[in-house]
């Protein structure tokens, strides 16, 4: 009926390749045996479902724009099936399909619920068409040889060259995009390139459409990742923009390995999987800027993007995260991985302390990450002294997160979206994202007179990173320096992070904020946190019967205040609850301005007609002064252990905080008891000038 | 020095006999492996820390409490090391540190922090001497032919007869109370006199200070199950109870198997123990009355009891317990579980749909468990129509529960306490306790007037259990049926609720509260659930930017009021997300007297300085009325998978409930969507009596 050829296929020469395939039909046993079984069950399920090709209707969510997604997965399911079977049953419902597809694409005209800027045919918006490409393109590549002359004509010029030339040269601003749409557009349109021999589709993909190398994927390898492998974004966005990348990427090295695809910019591609990889703890991607906190390593991009970094490197601790994600791509280095696994040859991945520099030329600040441990229940510091990362960005330069003993300790909210329910504005964002999740006062940095940073201007924000000063790693302490001096007019701002490892008892932080300004301003600095309160130490404190908001607007308005107290100069304590684990964080400021200052316990809730918000909490310490020092110890202690009904070590450690100026800097001194006791050296860089340099000196009576 | 003989050791004879030591000699491997090196590690590391015997001084949680707590443990670690090895380093340690002891507690009097009405010599309380016996006999059982004549004579005579002597008729009204002190007492007394041959020793602990059988372990085993082996305080405390019970129920099997004491009253002790394990969910007890929710199937005493089970019925469902518990006892029981475990042969424990009646005669209601599913991820309702269950008792008669894939979601706060930790009121009951968590309005039960069941006079609740009118099992539906007709004056509450197990879609619940009365009350029926609203249906809703609290008193004073929406008569809804599913609750009332109905979102928080409560959430239902019905349907659906982004069936499935008066009793029909109904038809007794049968009817259209 459609002319389906009766030689067996070749094998395919894109993402996958000969080897990809041989390893694929040898292999068997672990993790590789799930996800075998995996694909052939979507094969099956699609082949049992029919051809089902329905003319575009409906926007993303409904029902034709859904059976357009399900059917380019059923395709390469079962394409691929097809390669590891010979099962032919496999290849002529690819071909099926895609002839149902070539007998109506050519008709289509722009889909009926088009978005304005980037109207698609198959699907409401063109990044949906160009992520249809990449998989159909595969699928074809998988089952072609299997085909009749006539059909892969009728294919290539009815269906693949037509969206590859809707994709390229019908939508040129978005597929000469320095932005990862631009890269799913090049992906789809270099694939189709490479399965069927025409060389100008993989040009314009490289080098833009005018292939000058003003646009394509080479200049957004050059541009969309710091040096380090860092996106803007952060990498709940990174995971999303890796796949077309690695990819293509992939289909290169297989067509053009000359090109080394691999090896550009120095390794740029392996960096940035390395950094998504790295910016993650147990398993759940850091939750900067708008991020959904449920997201992780597990998601099928990353799935791909480890085999294929493993195809490349054969670094065995790629293992490690193997074992997490509990699953293996379908593909050589899956295969490896695998083997690795049930041979229980797993490498410890070693999750370093490390500087990820933002910026396309790293000079636009950095997240910076201070570990001790592994990443599954150690201990992690996240210091985010980056740009903004654009419209998905938070105004929330020099906030900090903390994890530890597996958990979300000192907290960052996220984004305020519920993806994909419906009943949740539609899965879209919310406005509690402008209202609370991107506001200053949401992060664990200061906020000035209660406004956020830049005033939310998002120009302004998007000029202005914060610098990542300094980054000093010694067997007492890894530490960062950030500072930002734009976010407040007239206030500088300056933040210095140790984690401090000490042989005989659980690491801890210290944390110091060096506020510079000539002028008075009501300093809040807030710490969320996860757990429940055990106690603390403020005098005069009061609990409030009827809680209200703490302010009217820049998320002031969505914090509940339960009760206040005030702060004396330094010794302030408060310990709270968190798993299994105590964690105390006391605290004190240096400030000669300041007349009095406070803490006050909030929790989110008001304002928040929809349920829309969680329930976090939180304290805030307020200050108001001219030039101030808020500084603070974060420790883990202890253990509270209920089936065993024991407890241990429930109180801090920490016997006294004293800070103190130098005239070269500052030296802020904890007393952890027992003969312990912890420097922190702060250097400035010449006099009158702002602090560049930390170290922390441990000293011991025993 | 210490006149230790030099012959090898028999076999001990009290919980561990012959058979335990021969298997633990010859098993390997698996969990017992484990087990085995943690014990090991408790004996090794007692001989390392040397003979630490204090004059007694501290009281609970102080350090003399704690080193002889210690000393205990590493008596009974180090003599069954020696068990097993046959190093007589262990059994040499066990005579000295024997031996310290003898020398010491002749001198002793009470303990200077003495409880004033039990007190002990080496502890504060005498409780904690039993246990100090129960062990300590035990360890001397096991090392005992390794001693001298003359030591022997001296450990019995200064040292396990005083102690002996002491519990018993030094403190005869503990030793001969029915409460599960008296139970450690006789444990520890008995099993002195199985280890020395004291005859007398045992016939009192079995029968009491004068022989006579009113008082002792048998009179104990009469009167402190339920027939059905439940104990009146719930299975928190169940199982700290459970361990005397069973350890000294073995050591009689051990020395007296004629007593056949496992088959005593119809096999009891057996059944205290399944009914333990089946009153939990995914691990943990089912926190009914005082009981911390972090606590579970894995403590000691369990791992203990399942052994001895195992040894009693050779059931190999007790493996998937033991699976769950991650270890097993040091016993031929546990080598036999581990063994299972190990060679892949565990069979699935078969949790019932069950009523577990109160009360030594069974007729002080009951608490009654609808199962769908199994116990780690299935579905579980828990009706509480039991009796008050004593001092530790909460004022929830008709509350219920409900559990699924894994999670508490509708919860009971269960008890404001942190165990052991000190800042938290020296880790003992706290306030909140009384205030909140025993209250009715902390419960999933109907409140009248915003007052607590029987005024909270806990004489009167201790008086009038709830009744349990019937339960009904068939392939539609488990259904329960509880009365309570004292808790309130003039206020007869009936409560009806079906676990209904389609074959198609997730089981639900059907629930019906039935009240009567001539006059008009408030009537507050609160759900307190885990998870974040996605929304609900309410007319004129209206969110609060202050919270205030819902009253001055019963519990009302923690409640913050953040949100209150209009009730229609029917088809209220309101959608919660749990983990990765959505469940909707939808509801209505039929009330003749009835002018409005309200729906009261609120949170814990007020009236808590020392941030003492958790800050749960829930919704009331509040309605005025004389007689009225309160009805709802609770049913999970759908999925939201964060890794893959998805969601699925996230709308709720019922289409309309519809309750009406029958002449018979009533009928609640629920429109499921997709020619799916269900209809619950409640019967009357007799004309103008109260609701005694239900049964659900289900309707497909396919
Ligand atoms: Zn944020
Ligand atoms: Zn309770």
Not at 36 to 62: H, M, T
Not at 152 to 160: G, M, P, V
Not at 163 to 176: E, I, M, N, R
Not at 188 to 207: F, H, I, N, P, S
Request: hydrophobic residues 35%; glycine residues 8%; aromatic residues 10%.
């Amino acid at each position: 009926l459609l002319g389906v050829a009766s030689a067996a296929a070749a094998s395919p020469s894109l993402v996958l390749n000969e080897d990809d395939i041989g390893a694929l039909r040898e292999a068997s046993g672990g993790l590789l045996e799930t996800s075998l079984q995996a694909n052939k069950i979507v094969a099956d399920e699609a082949i049992a479902a029919g051809i089902v090709v329905p003319w575009p209707k409906d926007a993303g969510g409904g029902y034709t724009h859904e059976q357009h997604k399900r059917n380019y997965k059923a395709m390469y399911a079962a394409a691929l099936q097809y390669q590891i079977s010979g099962d032919t049953r496999y290849s002529h419902y690819v071909a099926e399909m895609l002839s149902a597809y070539a007998d109506m694409y050519p008709q289509l005209d722009l889909h009926p619920e088009k978005k304005e800027q980037t109207p698609g045919k198959l699907f409401w918006q063109s990044l949906n068409e160009a992520v249809w490409l990449v998989y159909t393109s595969q699928a074809y590549d998988m089952v072609a040889e299997t085909f009749s002359d006539e059909l892969r004509d009728r294919l290539k010029n009815n269906l693949l060259f037509p969206v590859a030339d809707y994709l390229s040269k019908g939508q040129p601003q978005t597929f000469d995009k320095i932005h990862n749409h631009g890269t799913w557009a090049v992906a789809a349109v270099g694939m189709v390139g490479y399965a069927t021999g025409r060389d100008d589709y993989v040009e314009q993909a490289l080098k833009g459409l005018d292939r000058r190398g003003n646009s394509g994927f080479y200049k957004q390898l050059d541009e969309l990742f710091s040096p380090d492998g860092y996106y803007t974004e952060g990498p709940y966005y990174q995971r999303y923009a890796l796949m077309p990348f690695v990819w293509f990427a992939k289909a290169i090295e297989t067509n053009e390995p000359d090109k080394a695809i691999f090896k550009y910019r120095d390794g740029i591609l392996l960096k940035a999987i390395y950094t998504t990889l790295e910016l993650s703890y147990n398993g759940l991607f850091l939750p900067i800027n708008d991020a959904i906190k449920d997201k992780g390593i597990k998601t099928e991009e990353l799935v791909q993007a480890l085999a294929i970094a493993y195809d490349i490197t054969a670094d065995k601790s790629l293992s490690d995260i193997a074992r997490q994600q509990e699953r293996v791509s379908l593909s050589a280095g899956g295969v490896a991985l695998s083997k690795i696994i049930a041979e229980g040859e797993v490498v410890p991945y070693n999750y370093p302390s490390k500087v990820y520099r933002d910026g396309a030329d790293g000079e636009q600040g950095a997240l910076t990450l201070l570990r001790s441990g592994d990443n599954e229940s150690g201990t992690l510091v996240v210091a985010k002294n980056t740009s903004q990362g654009m419209g998905h960005g938070h105004y929330d330069r020099l906030s900090w997160q903390f994890y530890d003993d597996g958990h979300e300790v000192v907290t960052d909210y996220g984004a305020a979206r519920y993806l994909n329910v419906e009943a949740k504005y539609g899965g879209h964002y919310l406005t509690e994202n402008k209202t609370w999740a991107k506001q200053t006062v949401a992060h664990n940095t200061l906020v000035v007179d209660k406004a956020s940073q830049f005033d939310t201007d998002l120009d302004k924000a998007n000029k202005n990173p914060a610098e990542q000063v300094a980054f000093i790693q010694d067997n007492v302490a890894d530490i960062s320096i950030g500072r930002i001096n734009t976010a407040y007019e007239g206030v500088q701002l300056t933040r210095i992070q140790a984690l401090v490892k000490p042989k005989s008892i659980e690491p801890f932080v210290i944390d110091v904020v060096s506020i510079e300004s000539d002028t008075q301003h009501l300093y809040d600095l807030p710490l969320h946190f996860n757990g429940q309160v055990i106690d603390h130490n403020l005098e005069n404190s009061e609990s409030f019967n009827i809680w209200k908001p703490l302010g009217k607007s820049n998320g002031y308005q969505h914090m509940l205040l339960r009760s206040e107290g005030n702060s004396a100069t330094t010794n302030n304590r408060l310990t709270w609850l968190m798993g299994d684990r105590f964690y105390s964080y006391t605290y004190g400021y240096q400030a000669e301005s300041a007349k009095q200052a406070n803490t006050l316990f909030f929790q989110l809730g008001a304002n928040d007609p929809n349920h829309n918000l969680r329930r976090d909490q939180g304290v805030v310490r307020r200050l108001k002064a001219d030039s101030a020092v808020m500084y603070a110890v974060l420790e883990p202690h202890g253990e509270y252990n209920g089936t065993a009904e024991y407890v241990r070590n429930s109180y801090s450690r920490v016997n006294s905080l004293d800070y103190k100026p130098t005239k070269t800097g500052a030296e802020l001194t904890v007393d952890m008891g027992q003969g312990l006791t912890y420097t922190l050296i702060l250097t400035k860089g010449d006099e009158n000038s702002s602090l560049v340099k930390a170290k922390v000196i441990e000293l011991s009576e025993n």
